[in-house]
């Protein structure tokens, strides 16, 4: 039983174009959401969050929208960069992301130049 | 702030040998540690949780005498495999809570050959 869903393995966008990667949750008891980047043999690295409380964080070039409604969140990366090619991973957590993260399977983004 | 140091970063070990991956936390004490697996093209699979001075909570299906945990101190936890075999293949990594999310040990590559 999969409680986080990135249903998209893989996205591929063009430099300086719009990134948009998705996630649902089945859990309604999770109420803190998570966004990590990973890089082929390294640990992930956080990116951006959100609070069930909001529907949307803003952090310079990365967006996370929240539908609670829909249980779906989504990261936008406006403009995509090259650098940005890794896999990224959606996690969620009751009580404000201090208890265990449950984790999607990620998505790979691909930025081609 | 809330490094987490991880070693090795990669081993190869022979089937039926032990293999230990240390993690230290290096500005910050750590009553707690996380320990993930990750298979190819899968999702972060939480494995045990450790905890300084008592004993380590093991998720459903991880053989505890398999994977052994030992968080002796505030700065440093291990994790022990066992007798390793060819399906014990995988990236292990260690993580900390912090405020509003995780941070990440780099990750330990292990083959078992």
């Known amino acids: 039983d999969q409680q986080v869903k990135q249903n998209s393995p893989s996205l591929s966008v063009q430099e300086g174009r719009i990134s948009i990667l998705n996630c649902d949750y089945t859990?309604?008891?999770?109420?803190?959401f998570l966004w990590y980047k990973k890089y082929p043999a390294e640990g992930p690295t956080f990116l951006i969050s959100?609070?069930?409380?909001?529907d949307k964080n803003e952090d310079g070039r990365f967006t996370v929208f929240l539908n609670k409604s829909a249980k779906h969140l989504s990261l936008h990366i406006v403009p995509s960069q090259p650098g940005d090619s890794a896999v990224y991973f959606c996690?969620?957590?009751?009580?404000?992301?201090?208890?265990?993260?449950?984790f999607g399977k990620g998505t790979k983004l691909t930025v081609n130049p | 702030g809330a490094v987490v140091s991880q070693h090795p970063s990669r081993v190869i070990c022979k089937s039926g040998t032990s293999v230990k991956i240390e993690c230290r936390s290096l500005?910050?004490?750590?009553?707690?540690m996380f320990w993930y697996r990750q298979f190819p093209k899968q999702s972060l699979m939480l494995m045990a949780t450790?905890?300084?001075?008592?004993?380590?909570?093991?998720e459903q299906g991880v053989e505890k005498d398999k994977f052994l945990i030992n968080h002796a101190s505030l700065t440093l936890s291990t994790l022990t495999v066992t007798s390793a075999h060819p399906e014990d293949s995988s990236f292990y990594i260690c993580?900390?809570?912090?405020?509003?999310?995780?941070?990440f040990g780099s990750g330990t590559r292990l083959t078992v050959v």
């Open positions: 996690a969620a957590s009751p009580q404000g992301g201090s208890e265990k993260l449950v």
């Open positions: 859990n309604s008891m999770f109420d803190y």
């Open positions: 959100i609070s069930s409380i909001k």
């Open positions: 500005d910050f004490q750590a009553t707690t």
């Open positions: 450790s905890n300084e001075g008592s004993k380590a909570t093991y």
């Open positions: 993580s900390h809570p912090v405020r509003y999310g995780y941070t």
